[in-house]
């Protein structure tokens, strides 16, 4: 068997418009092997660390193990009394120090704000999603590490207050931070929206509470630098997704309105041009229906046009009876 028909075979099997009478027609899926789960080449010092049955004083004469291996497993339990975390916060081993910085079970103060003070920007990193880190550290550790898009446990616990505290921030970096929240009071949205940078704005595009027309005076307003983030928004209208694609000027734009559920076949054949985002073109169920079957003839892209639940059924049936006649 060829790797297209592999890819064809894959793909009628995802697609939820295969007829069941067709389906029964299919070769049965390759079985996986089982991943091995046994625990006969873990050091037994290391299972002695991951096991919560293991008794207090074992535990603490661990924690001068020569293995950092051992010390890591300690540091990322959840069910470890203060004394020990006060312990791996002074471990030579960064990797140590930044699981125990991430740990949730990790709420001493102290330790937290010594963990934002490492040298290593890994266990700064770290600290920042632990969801008991001080606002105030937290803040400032969004100026000195780069956090990326992604919504920190202790800004989805944050009241508003605090919220509105970090939205009226001097620094982009910590609006971005609270851009990222979903439930936000109404002054904290409508100030995120109208940031002036689009690193701010950036966060907030994908926000459901956006209209479409909001989300075209965003596109107007910011450009083609916004064009991704937008394109991920559930409201995003067919024709500012078409408008989007025409003067796309990044790959990543294509992909984001190819993946839109609302983008027509026109704006499709857009996409179909960028050499990532024409997968997710083809398996888009708006693409037109006389490019789709085009596609099962590309290798490239045969098991996303198979997988589209708008291949008309005589393609399906064509596409199995070749292979049952070929097998």
Do not use: Q
């Not at 092997?33 to 004469?61: F, G, I, K, M, Q």
């Amino acid at each position: 068997m060829d790797e297209r028909t592999r890819e064809i075979l894959c793909g009628l099997r995802t697609n939820p418009a295969l007829p069941g009478p067709l389906r029964a027609l299919l070769p049965a899926p390759p079985v996986a092997t089982a991943p091995d789960t046994t625990w006969h080449d873990v050091d037994p010092d290391v299972a002695r660390a991951a096991d919560p049955t293991t008794p207090s004083d074992e535990v603490l004469a661990l924690l001068d193990h020569d293995s950092a291996l051992v010390r890591w497993t300690l540091a990322g339990r959840p069910d470890l009394p203060g004394e020990v975390h006060a312990r791996l916060a002074a471990d030579p081993i960064p990797g140590v120090r930044a699981d125990l910085a991430a740990n949730p079970a990790v709420v001493s103060e102290p330790i937290l704000r010594g963990l934002a003070n490492d040298e290593d920007a890994d266990v700064r990193r770290s600290v920042a999603h632990n969801p008991s880190v001080p606002l105030d550290v937290l803040t400032r550790l969004a100026d000195s590490i780069r956090i990326g898009p992604s919504l920190l446990p202790r800004v989805t616990a944050a009241t508003d207050e605090e919220l509105r505290l970090l939205a009226a921030a001097p620094s982009a970096r910590v609006r971005m931070l609270v851009a990222e929240r979903v439930a936000l009071p109404a002054d904290v949205f409508e100030r995120l929206v109208t940031d002036d940078d689009i690193r701010v704005v950036k966060g907030i595009a994908p926000h459901p509470a956006l209209s479409a027309d909001r989300l075209w005076a965003l596109a107007e307003r910011h450009g083609p630098s916004l064009f991704r983030r937008l394109a991920t928004n559930p409201h995003c209208d067919p024709d500012l997704l078409h408008h989007m694609a025409h003067n796309a000027t990044a790959r990543r734009i294509y992909r984001a309105v190819a993946e839109h559920p609302n983008t027509r076949g026109e704006t499709l054949l857009l996409c179909l041009g960028d050499d990532v985002a024409r997968r997710w073109a083809a398996a888009h169920p708006n693409l037109p229906a006389d490019v789709l079957i085009g596609l099962v003839e590309d290798p490239s892209l045969a098991g996303c046009a198979a997988a589209n639940p708008s291949l008309p059924v005589e393609v399906m049936e064509r596409l199995i009876a070749t292979y049952r006649h070929n097998g």
